[in-house]
């Protein structure tokens, strides 16, 4: 994965240089200026680089996928799919822009036969309209296609309407990660990165159900998690705990998880009782208090009871059914007593979760499955997360969310994306991994429904301020994503 992530941010670099990725002011196809643009029809001019981009597609996702047939819209990506398809030896199809008017008047050209599975190669993502007209032609002539693979997502929609229709889409790297390489490699100012984000928050782009035009939503349309107000999601949840934690959400208007990443007692209540008014969850981390005792459990559950807020502790369980059931009702902590939700990795199968549903019989208690991490060089890859997802479907009654970092990952207006890895100052903390983003870009871009933010708030000289403008902040940019995709 490291070596992949050194590929990815040269390759970025490279981009930069030889104009593939630009910064300025640009006119696009919609009217609007943009301050970036992105021309990867250029490197066909350089082979080294073609050849890179098509062998990370290949690593990254598509070995992945089962399929047996690939298809790249045309016509930048053609080329990209073609050396995948060599260097894979992945049949290829070509979607002619117009059928033939003579001859066999085909629209795709290839040998394929009903049925077969083709995954999409994009070079670019904007709205993903390119993507949903390749798709249908594709699929009327009886191809299978329900994955997406692409190089740059420029963030604007595009992951959100791809799967609105279903489409997963992976993509190598996002606009904002382009940034934020050329920003540490000195390549790009704080003021164009600045412009660029000011600009993608403002310029997101929902499709209708026709796929082509930025209209509204239409009645016929089912609204999607993102667009829908947490008021109305409450009701559509399945887990008396989902539901319970949005109405919260309403009630305080906060989408506020503070992480109590503190190692005493008394800290910790301090906190409990000082942010508490401002947040909907408090995420604890309880193994790493160091005078731990049945009495800072009972204050823990007052300070929730008084500030309205669901107590989280993100023990990330890991293990077989019988090991995570113990771990979770017995020991030192008795998480299932106190714990309203706790943290889940699916790595071993259903039975994690099963584990744990035996171990709460009667008491209303749900988990977040966490299915990507914000961590750089973290190891889920796009193949893990559907997976994970197949277990978190077939759990209604115990799965309150997921813990991801991408808007796609989930559907289900029933449920929650929580997101870590938040803050308004930092970008990282260097070594050790964590990788941050803005309020704003991960409720707007990144789709999480309640952000997680540790450091900003804990370690800001007044943890209760920086409570309240994270507060004010997240859940600004929670109303306006609703709104925007409303009248998009
Ligand atoms: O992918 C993940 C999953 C969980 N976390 C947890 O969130 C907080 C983040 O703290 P910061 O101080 O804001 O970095 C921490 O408790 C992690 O264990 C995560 O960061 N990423």
């Known amino acids: 994965m490291a070596e992949f992530e050194s590929k990815l941010k040269d390759l970025i670099i490279k981009l930069h240089e030889i104009e593939a990725v630009k910064f300025g002011l640009f006119k696009m196809k919609s009217g609007i200026d943009s301050p970036v643009y992105i021309d990867l029809r250029s490197i066909i001019s350089y082979p080294a680089i073609l050849e890179t981009v098509a062998e990370l597609l290949w690593e990254f996702a598509i070995k992945d996928i089962d399929c047996n047939q690939l298809c790249g819209v045309p016509y930048a990506a053609m080329p990209i799919a073609t050396l ?30 009903p049925g077969d599975k083709c995954v999409i190669v994009e070079d670019v993502v904007t709205s993903g309209s390119s993507i949903l007209e390749t798709i249908m032609d594709l699929q009327s002539e009886g191809l299978r296609v329900t994955s997406a693979v692409v190089v740059v997502d420029r963030e604007q929609g595009g992951n959100y309407n791809l799967s609105e229709k279903g489409v997963t889409m992976h993509s190598l790297c996002t606009l904002s990660q382009i940034l934020q390489v050329l920003k540490d490699a000195g390549r790009v100012n704080q003021e164009i990165v600045d412009s660029v984000k000011k600009y993608l928050a403002a310029s997101q782009i929902h499709l209708d159900s026709t796929f082509f035009t930025a ?120 998480i299932c007593s106190w714990a309203d939700l706790v943290t889940v990795h699916p790595v071993p199968g259903e039975g994690v979760i099963t584990g744990l549903k035996s171990a709460v019989a ?34 209604p009654d115990f799965v309150v969310g ?87």
């Open 84 to 113: 995948i398809s060599s260097y894979s030896k992945t049949p290829m199809v070509i979607r002619r822009k117009e059928a033939k008017k003579y001859g066999t008047k085909k629209l795709i050209e290839g040998k394929f036969s």
């Open 215 to 334: 209209q509204p939503l239409t009645e016929s349309v089912k609204p999607s998690r993102l667009s829908l107000p947490f008021s109305v999601r409450a009701d559509q949840a399945t887990n008396p705990v989902a539901a319970k934690l949005l109405k919260i959400m309403v009630a305080k208007q906060s989408n506020l998880c503070v992480a109590a990443d503190v190692t005493s007692a008394s800290k910790l209540i301090a906190l409990a009782e000082t942010v508490g008014p401002y947040v909907c969850l408090f995420k604890t981390h309880i193994d790493i208090v160091e005078d731990f005792s049945a009495q800072l459990i009972q204050q823990l559950l007052a300070a929730a009871q008084k500030h309205n807020f669901l107590l989280i502790e993100d023990r990330k369980f890991a293990d077989i059914g019988h090991t995570v059931s113990l771990q979770y009702s017995h020991g030192t902590y008795k």
């Open 362 to 395: 009667d008491l209303h208690r749900g988990c977040f499955i966490v299915v990507e991490m914000s961590s750089a060089g973290n190891l889920t890859t796009p193949s893990y997360i559907s997976s994970s997802m197949e277990i978190c479907k077939k759990h």
């Open 402 to 488: 997921v813990v991801c970092q991408t808007p796609s990952t989930l559907n289900n207006p029933g449920l929650l994306q929580l997101t870590p890895g938040v803050s308004l100052d930092c970008q990282n903390d260097g070594e050790l991994g964590q990788q941050y983003n803005s309020p704003e870009d991960v409720i707007m871009l990144r789709g999480a429904d309640i952000a997680v933010v540790g450091r900003g708030i804990v370690q800001a000289a007044d943890p209760v301020q920086a409570a309240q403008e994270y507060r004010t902040k997240l859940w600004a940019a929670y109303e306006k994503r609703v709104s925007s995709l409303k009248l998009a």
